[in-house]
């Protein structure tokens, strides 16, 4: 009887070191494209919002035609010899604008000046959607062509996260067709909080005035608003220093926090506080270095995620610590040439004082829901902790 038994214990084991490892793979497949099917409805809410944008009634040839820009791609530029590929880079960059331009514009001819930055903006957001689904829906189906197990484990404990950032692009894509402030429009933010005129458009898309504050004159850059624009920052930078002779700056912007770390918290450091590729930073570092101007900067810490969605009220919340921060910088600083600098897009904020109280307004139903959605997840917590 002991021996009938140990013969199915053996029986059974072999055919879990058989079989085994199948059904494992085929209860993470199951799972993988359940989670697939959701990223497809991410990509097409997010197509869908744009189209929205664009029109009330899109026809079949619009969506046939956003459907085709998806595809859409940048070929870096060489780097074997680095002598040069900051400006090989300026220029690739420039020409992906020229084309996003262009491909707005066949998506409605009669597309207003002001309605043309925003649906830009909006293409890159769904775009970075559509780009996550296809990732993740190639390295699926190469796990069940190849029938490989560890692609398979790979893309399970790394899908958790690109679910939230796809999500994420669904939010931020709405946000920036529709200009609604996003959690990196804080810097443009608080330097519109600074400036009581609009200012010389110095370059494309970067609006600079001169300023009273706290009894000294200050310049105050920003890219245009409130269109969703980045602008080409290092440019304005490099020029203003030149003309005025600039020998400090306070630059702002948001950045990413660690975990732990509280949303909306105003940290304090030097250097250019900049993301993206880097060509812009690198004409105001090269500028700063080359006249040995001082370099204050200030961040705004926040998730990689709220930096793209519709700004959180704790960000917006630090607007007055930030500007008080800087009112304290000017007051102690000992050179005569200030310029303040806000990083960021500038979707939802404007350029002046007046359009801070606008931004607030357009981002009261997204705090409504954050505040509700808070709610609901201590909710939550607080019955499965009774339980």
Known sequence: MLMQGDMWSFLFFVLLFIFGPKLYMWQMMYKLETDLKKLEGYSKK????????????????MKKRLEHFMDFFISEPVNLDPAGIINKLDHVINESERKFEEFALELDPKMKKN??????????????????????????LMSKKTNNLQFAMILQMQLPMLMKIAKAQVQATRALANGIPIGDTIGPLVAASFKTKEGTEIVKDVVVSEE????????????KGP????????????????????????????AAKMEGEKTGTVAEGVGVPMGGVGVQRFKIEESITDKKVIVDALIIKQGFIEASIPMKKEIYDALE???DKIKHYL???????????????TAGAGNTNAAVKASAELLKN?????????????????????S
């Open 115 to 140: 309605d043309l930055p925003n649906v830009m903006m909006g293409m890159k957001g769904a775009l970075g959607t559509v780009q996550i689904f296809k990732i993740v829906r190639h390295f699926i």
């Open 366 to 386: 997204d705090w409504a829901k954050y505040a509700k959605k808070k709610k609901d997840e201590a909710e939550k917590t607080k019955k499965w902790w009774k």
């Open 331 to 345: 007051k102690k600083a000992k050179k005569k040439n200030v310029l303040i600098v806000g990083v960021g897009n």
């Open 321 to 323: 610590p930030t500007r």
């Open 212 to 223: 009273k504050i706290e009894g000294r004159k200050v310049f105050v850059m920003k890219s």
């Open 46 to 61: 997010a197509e869908a919002i744009l189209l929205k944008r664009v029109s009330e009634k899109p026809t079949k040839e």
């Open 227 to 254: 269109e969703s624009r980045l602008g080409q920052q290092g440019e304005a930078v490099k020029q203003v220093i030149a003309k005025h002779k600039i020998d400090y700056i306070i630059a702002i912007d948001a």
